[in-house]
C-alpha cells in the first residue's frame, strides 16, 4: 500500500494505471462473450470524480466502449483525500444496481452500500418419458 505522496510514489501510481488500464481492458474482452449479469466492484485507485484527468477520460471511455455503468456519483468521495476511487461497475442494459450511496468512513476509505436487483432464475422443466415394461414371473 502507498501512502507517501512523494514524487517517486506519483510516478509508480501512473505507471500503476498504464498498466492497469490494458490489463482491465483486456479482462472486459474476456467477460463479453459470457452471459448473464456482470458486477465489478473494488477499489480501482483512478479519480472518477476528476473529469479532467486523463486516466479518468480513458477509464471512462474503456467503460463506455464495453457498454458499462459506473453506479457510485462523482460528487460524493470514496476515499479520505477527497476522491471517488471506489467503485461498482455493471453491464449497461442489466438494470442489476438498483441504488448506490456513500456513507460513513469506516478506514481511509468510506463504506459503498448498493443494493441489487436479483432474482432467483425460475426452476427448469423437464420431460421425462419412460415406458412400462411388463415383468413376468415363473
Known sequence: RLTDNSAGVAASLT??????????????EQLAPLKGKLLIAGDINIKWNLLHDPEQKSFADILDTNNLI?????????????NTIDMI????GD??????QVSSQI??????????CCCKPPPSKRQVTCRKTLIRKN
Not at 107 to 116: E, G, K, L, Q, T
Open 89 to 92: 461497475i455493471s453491464r449497461e
Open 107 to 116: 478506514s481511509d476509505h468510506n463504506a459503498v452500500h448498493a443494493i441489487f
Open 70 to 82: 459506473q453506479h457510485v456519483l462523482a460528487l460524493i468521495p470514496t476515499h479520505d483525500k477527497g
Open 15 to 28: 505507471i500503476a494505471v498504464a498498466l492497469f488500464l490494458p490489463e482491465f481492458t483486456g479482462y472486459l
Open 95 to 100: 438494470d442489476l444496481v438498483q441504488s448506490c
